[in-house]
């Protein structure tokens, strides 16, 4: 299983970037999926997940700025990324969601974001 994050740069604060996320479509269709990011210094953190159903949820720090969506005929996870802060740069992954148990699959490549004061 491959999981590869995609569209990631270098924007200023205010401003949105899409990420995407390839990954199978027995993944897609299997698993409630989750978007995570990674702050130099500080541990991996869950801020946007998607279920089966498509019931969605969102940390705090991104819950109105942020939107998971995924297209499964595309074999995508999406993350709308609007009204973005400094505090938002980090390396941002895709993987299952622990919300009903399921494993993390293995890390894919990330994509960065940084965002300009």
């Known amino acids: 299983v491959q999981l590869q994050a995609s569209g990631g740069g270098l924007v200023q604060a205010g401003g949105s970037l899409k990420l995407s996320c390839s990954a199978s479509r027995r993944t897609l269709k299997s698993y409630s999926m989750g978007w995570y990011r990674q702050a130099p210094g500080t541990q991996r953190e869950l801020v946007a997940e998607i279920t089966l159903a498509g019931t969605t949820y969102y940390s705090e720090s991104v819950k109105g700025r942020f939107t998971i969506s995924r297209d499964i005929s595309e074999n995508t996870l999406w993350l709308q990324m609007d009204s973005l802060k400094p505090e938002d740069t980090a390396v941002y992954y895709c993987?299952?969601?622990?919300?009903?148990?399921?494993?993390?699959?293995?890390w894919g490549q990330g994509t960065l974001v940084t965002v300009s004061s």
């Open positions: 993987n299952t969601s622990p919300r009903y148990g399921a494993s993390l699959l293995r």
